[in-house]
């Protein structure tokens, strides 16, 4: 199995169960309270007690991971703010303008489909991420606005994290990468 196609199956695979495990215990309160309308008290009960211990354990996972606001804590948040810039480095990898790249994002590729297309390989372009995002967080740590323990912990990260950037496309997460928020 090539190093890409290895990364787009746990690239699936771990966005698939982060959906999916919060669709079980939603599933089981929406039962629990139909069968306990329906007069099967005790036995929706059971069924939805179940699902919100479930649900419970999600919260407590999710809380001690950095809460839903920074979920992945101070390293992943680390990364995000670095997409912006990290687009910008995949695009010069490319060989084309940031804005030429966003419009094929626009028409449903992602950057490594449009770096297939010009003849540059996928992994020069997450290398070229890498690159940019590791240059960024030393200069980051070098100015203070970064602990080195997160640093460390954002550089774990990064050869998945890079990969995700260039594999994605616009549908599988909403937005375009180095796009803000208010523009789509």
């Known amino acids: 199995m090539a190093v890409a196609d290895y990364r787009r199956a746990m690239i699936g695979a771990s966005s698939s169960y982060r ?3 919060w669709l079980l215990p939603s599933i089981g309160l929406v039962l629990g309270a139909s069968l306990a309308v329906r ?8 069924v939805a007690g179940f699902a919100a211990l479930r649900m419970a354990a999600l919260f407590v996972l999710v809380r001690r991971r950095g809460g839903f606001g920074s979920a992945g804590g101070p390293a992943l948040q680390l990364l995000r ?3 912006r810039g990290a687009f910008e480095a995949a695009a010069r990898a490319v060989g084309i303008e940031p804005d030429e790249l966003r419009r094929e994002l626009e028409r449903g590729r992602s950057i490594a489909q449009v770096a297939e297309a010009t003849g540059v390989a996928v992994d020069d372009v997450v290398d070229a991420v890498i690159r940019y995002a590791s240059a960024r967080i030393d200069a980051l740590v070098a100015e203070g606005a970064v602990t080195r323990e997160t640093a460390s912990q954002a550089k774990e990260r990064l050869p998945l994290w890079a990969a995700r950037v260039v594999e994605r496309r616009t549908g599988d997460r909403g937005r375009i990468p180095g796009r803000r928020a208010w523009q789509g």
Request: hydrophobic share 55%; no cysteine.
């Open 39 to 46: 007069g099967h008290v005790l036995l929706g009960l059971l």
């Open 81 to 83: 703010s670095l997409v």
């Open 19 to 21: 959906r999916f495990r």
